[in-house]
């Protein structure tokens, strides 16, 4: 993996990206809904899944184990409108039981993703009561 994306940025956690564009405005955080369009391939090229048509993106609610922790973590790099590679250890994919046929057991997996869109989660009302008013003397 190093070899082949030398210039990949790696995280804390191992995985790799590249940001081929840059998007705009604020990150994608935990709780966000976001459409993307994507390709997943295997380290030899081969594509095991996409979605590339910008009339029916894949849409989910990121942080809540909807998608692979490689996506989760990945697409917390990104703003509208970004496009990035992400290459993911199996750990943060399929890891040892993978998703056969299609994915064999701890294999590294590499996404080009664009975040079309993001929608920041509305935060949750406030359970606290409103402040009282202070009398005028």
Known sequence: VEKQWPQAKKTSTGLRYIMLQEGEGDNA?????????????????????????????????????????????????????????????????YGSRGNLPEIPRDTTLVFEIELLDLKHEAPLPSMLPPPAEKKKN
């Not at 955080?29 to 369009?37: E, Q, T, W, Y």
């Not at 894949?58 to 409108?81: H, S």
């Open 29 to 93: 955080r935990p709780g966000d809904m976001v459409n993307v369009l994507y390709r997943g391939s295997l380290l030899n090229g081969k594509v095991f899944d996409e979605a590339q048509d910008p009339a029916h993106p894949f849409t989910f609610r990121l942080g809540r184990l909807m998608v692979i922790q490689g996506w989760d973590q990945g697409l917390q790099l990104m703003k509208k409108g970004a496009k990035m590679l992400l290459i993911v250890p199996s750990e943060l994919g």
